[in-house]
Structure formats: structure tokens, C-alpha cells
């Protein structure tokens, strides 16, 4: 972070693509006070955990998206650990994940959905 908060003014506009649990979402707004901070979180109970996180802080230059960013727009397969886990990963099954043997096995108990997907450009 304090790499970061050495590229962020108050005044930037930040992405923060696969919020996960929202740690750089809510780091990032406490800079960018006069910006704006987009999340883009597909998985949607980590989509409304960040979303509560942002109402309990009274951040409204904070938009949460529940959308994938890919290539372009439309929808793709996400593979995703279950509410069940305590793993945030997830990935669009387009590009694949991890490749290792120890995620491949790790990825077997993945959930899959479909999800709308924006590009940046969008």
C-alpha cells in the first residue's frame, strides 16, 4: 500500500478488478477522497460484502459492479470457490486459471456461473 498511495491522489479514478473481499477497494477510496473507486467483483456474495463494507464507511464516490472485466462485453463462464470456502479465487474458465497441479486439483471443487463481463473500455 505504500507503493500505491504513492501513485493515487485524491482526485484519481481507480479500478480495482476482482474485489475479492475489498481490501484495495476500501484502501483505495481512503485516498482517492475526491476521485472515485470502481470495483468490478462477479462473485456475488463477495460483491455484497464489499457493497455493505462501502454503506457502514459512507463511501459515495465508490461504485461496486457486480460484473466480470474481460476482453469485451457479454458473458462468459466464472469459476469460482464456494461461500463454503474461505478462498477468494476465481476465474473466467475463457482464460483459464492457475496452472500448476496443486490448483488443477484445487479448482475440482469450484462452482461455475455464468456472469455478465464488461471491458475497461465500457
Do not use: N, W
Not at 459512507?58 to 466480470?68: F, Q, W
Not at 486459471?97 to 469450484?110: L, N, R
Amino acid at each position: 500500500m505504500r507503493f500505491v498511495s504513492k501513485l493515487v491522489k485524491a482526485d484519481s479514478c481507480c479500478y480495482d478488478i476482482g474485489g475479492h473481499y475489498g481490501y484495495y477497494t476500501m484502501a483505495l477510496s481512503a485516498i482517492a477522497t475526491e476521485g472515485a473507486v470502481h470495483t468490478f467483483e462477479p462473485v456475488h456474495e463477495h460483491a455484497v460484502r464489499i457493497q455493505k463494507g462501502v454503506e457502514r464507511s459512507s463511501l459515495t464516490k465508490t461504485r461496486i459492479h457486480e460484473t466480470a472485466v474481460a476482453k469485451a462485453c457479454g458473458e462468459m463462464k466464472l469459476r469460482f470457490a464456494g461461500e463454503d470456502s474461505d478462498d477468494s479465487m476465481a476465474y473466467l474458465d475463457e482464460y483459464g486459471g492457475v496452472d500448476t497441479e496443486a490448483a488443477k486439483a484445487h479448482y475440482q471443487q469450484f462452482k461455475e456461473s455464468i456472469v455478465p463481463t464488461i471491458s475497461i473500455d465500457q
